[in-house]
């Protein structure tokens, strides 16, 4: 593999200035494959609330390498890390979106919902079954690392390098909170990312973080949250991705958007691509074709569905976690919504956030522990719980919000409705009915 430092290419980003590329970058980054990616959003629909929201899975698949190849600099002062492990650390890094469908992570949960299939699954094997295998052989890549590598999950390379790729202190978060706010014009995703990863070390291989960087850490994880309450769940960006997400899934059945068992077939659709795909759709006359087209032309022309409930609530109370972890009962509570509005239930859309408040780690669990490790003296390191510094404690879980949507026609009785049943008087008298 190509390690030289001489660059092959330069490109001007405007996070990080200048990322230089070289020759076994630039082929991956050159490919058509790999070239998709400027035609998928990183943000889906988001620029439809904020129009500067145009940037792309590219864009952040090479800020990504960029911030792994920095992480891979610093960690060669801890232990002894192998040109190897450095170019496969950043090759990962380059192709950890490169399974993503159309509108990115909106178009993961129709996936998961009709195949039971993530973006990993498919970023395997788009490596593995495509001429980007091809490259990496040329530069001497194993092709049986980087697929899992790219996703946090290779058991045959050390913890610290899946966490780098796709932790809670990854290069991935790294990049596209500091993207996403510049972009969409929100200050929150302005952390200090050099500092979090100069002070990288490692401990019982596991991605370790210096004690005096602690509050560079939190400002990561409350930045990540902001970003939630301010983009990622806004309630109008919401609003277009629930109409996406409810447009594709109608014409699945008959489009086969979620058919991947021809991975080149898959590749075809882009953001733009698929949405002309839906707004020209013959609908035969059928009902749901009829409805997700109708969906796609008012997302194209920014008719979207209101939010006509908002509810802020304790999502410890273990009623509240029911409805939060169970479909089944966010579709009881849609049901009767519809029936005492008297609309049809797909008019009616209850929406909660289903992504932890702090980062996944590598193995997909939400990042509960921090390992510190002492300036004054390397040797001595401690680990702790993430819940228990000052400010974490107050966000770690999810965010705790549960809306209602429907379209302007229904938007007056919906609403009636919707407060009789999770109005702060009936919310749990509505529980214990339907419970028992």
Known sequence: MNVSSKAAAEIRDPIHGYVYIEDDEKDIIDNPIFQRLRRIRQLSGAHITYPGAQHTRFDHSIGAMH???????RLTHIIDLKPEQIG??????????????PFSHLFEEVLAERRNISHEDLTKRVIQETELKDILLKHNYKTNIIPNLSIGLSQKRPLFMNELVAGGLSVDTMD??????????????????????????IVQDHLALDQAALYAFEALMISRYEMFRAVYFHRTVRAAEIMLIRAISLADEELNFTEVSEISRYLSFTDETTLDILINLNTKGQSNLIESKQIAIDYRDRKLIKCVFEKFVQRKDPFMEKIF??????????????????????????????TPSVPFTSSRQALKSLTLVSDSDRTHHETIDVADL????????YMDIIRVYTNKKSRETVQKATAKILGEDSIKSWWNRVSM
């Open 176 to 201: 596209y909170l500091p993207r996403d706010s510049y972009f969409t014009g929100v200050e929150y995703g302005q952390v200090d990312i050099h500092r979090i990863i100069n002070s990288f070390n």
């Open 88 to 101: 496969e650390i950043k090759m990962s890094a380059l192709l950890h979106d490169i399974g993503h469908g």
């Open 67 to 73: 911030l792994a190849k920095l992480a891979a600099s």
């Open 390 to 397: 000052p400010l974490m404690g107050a966000i770690s879980g």
């Open 325 to 354: 972890g169970q479909k089944k009962i966010r579709e009881k509570i849609r049901d009767e919504i519809a029936e005492k509005a008297d609309v049809d239930t797909a008019q009616v859309y209850v929406d909660v956030p289903t």
